[in-house]
């Protein structure tokens, strides 16, 4: 008999390092990639697993999010699968989600209705292709109470994660540090620890017997990798997975084992030219675990003009339906869909979003422009930064952000 697994994604959090990105919408549903949002990634990865019940525990400005499942992620509801957004209940009184395991605490009737032998618990806001079915198994295989998806980093970026100590055995966690100063590395690999990828796999009764237990600790922070995995590690109970043995279907030696935590304006930007070189480091292009989503009717590209230096043109980018190119040139960029950049205007390195209209002559350089920005004729964007610290938001790097329907000044 087929084990019954449901899947509980976590998709609450407030994404306040991404501001402006995160002013009107919840961080799982910032766009990604041109025409995806965060949360359709982890989703995703569910789906091409064959995890066909799945929650998404939404709590803050989740509007945009739960119109995106709504709209894109729709089961057969014959067979008994389903992708469902589930707000902050207040089942247990009038009150939020004080942590991850709290969110899972105050949804335990969804376990309880669904009656599973393992709950799968993600997040909603990586950015990685990954075949959790072999987790699933490797966590049946192990009898373990938890199991903990780790992704080997070095040794030298320890203090930059939550570490996994592993025993000698290389599996079993002996403990679990937030960004430890002197951590040791792995048993066969001294050169590198475990960095928490935020994935989870539980028996249902060790989850529901531990978020129980944290609920009623009043010194809990409730959240799920500082104090419930912990609470399995002292108990022996939990182990590790390694991210490395995951073996997907059209993955290359290049883009294999890719995974980004997106928590930043500039971990952001970063993973979008990843996507975007010839041989990419993250590869949007593998059919055989296709990456879902829905981008409405929008017709095809076009690229207009070609003559002198008015050429409709795009050189190392990703170019979404709808967008008009017209005699404009687009380098190292990702633009979204029904966008359009108007002649002699010079777009490079820039993370476009849906509805931006980029007037004549502008120039954009090392920038992200969130929805239906107007960039009037003339703008010049990430050439004067110190100009542009005055008006938009500059990330630590030197990426100019402009937030959904920003005014621009010229």
Not at 376 to 393: C, F, H, N, S, W
């Amino acid at each position: 008999m087929a084990v019954k697994v449901l899947a509980i994604v976590l998709a609450g959090g407030e994404g306040k390092r991404l501001m402006p990105l995160t002013a009107d919408r919840a961080k799982p549903g910032v766009p990604f990639g041109g025409i995806y949002r965060m949360i359709d990634f982890v989703l995703s990865n569910l789906a091409n697993a064959g995890f066909l019940k799945i929650v998404v525990l939404t709590q803050y400005k989740s509007h945009s999010l739960d119109r995106h499942i709504s709209k894109t992620w729709r089961m057969s509801t014959l067979l008994g699968n389903y992708v469902t957004p589930v707000p902050a209940q207040q089942r247990l009184g009038p009150r939020w989600f004080a942590g991850s395991a709290d969110a899972i605490y105050q949804s335990l009737n969804l376990i309880n209705d669904e009656s599973p032998d393992y709950v799968i618990v993600f997040g909603a806001d990586h950015i990685y292709r990954m075949d959790p079915k072999q987790m699933v198994n490797d966590h049946i295989a192990s009898g373990a109470a938890v199991t903990v998806a780790g992704i080997r980093q070095p040794l030298s970026l320890a203090d930059q994660f939550g570490v996994i100590d592993v025993g000698p055995d290389g599996k079993k966690i002996k403990a679990f540090r937030e960004k430890p100063k002197d951590a040791v590395g792995l048993p066969d690999s001294p050169g590198e620890v475990y960095a928490s990828m935020g994935n989870y796999v539980f028996t249902t009764r060790a989850l529901c017997e531990a978020v129980s237990a944290d609920a009623q600790n009043p010194d809990s922070k409730h959240d799920m990798g500082g104090n419930i995995i912990p609470m399995l590690v002292e108990k022996g109970e939990a182990n590790v997975y390694d991210f490395r043995d995951n073996e997907l279907p059209g993955a290359t030696e290049r883009d294999r084992g890719y995974w980004r935590d997106v928590g930043t304006l500039d971990s952001f930007y970063e993973a979008h030219m990843d996507l975007i070189a010839t041989l990419p480091i993250f590869n949007l292009y593998n059919h055989d675990w296709p990456i879902f989503t829905n981008y409405g009717s929008w017709p095809p590209a076009k690229f207009v003009h070609g003559y002198d230096d008015r050429q409709g043109r795009a050189i190392d980018s990703m170019i979404s339906p709808g967008v008009v190119v017209s005699g404009a040139l687009v380098e190292r960029s990702v633009i979204s869909p029904n966008v359009r950049v108007n002649s002699w205007a010079h777009v490079d390195g820039a993370v476009i979003m849906e509805g931006v209209s980029v007037g004549r002559r502008a120039v954009i350089r090392n920038a992200i422009i969130d929805k239906n920005v107007i960039i009037p004729e003339g703008a010049q964007i990430g050439v004067d930064l110190d100009r542009d610290r005055k008006l938009y938001t500059v990330s630590d790097n030197g990426v100019v952000v402009i937030g959904k329907g920003q005014r621009v000044e010229l």
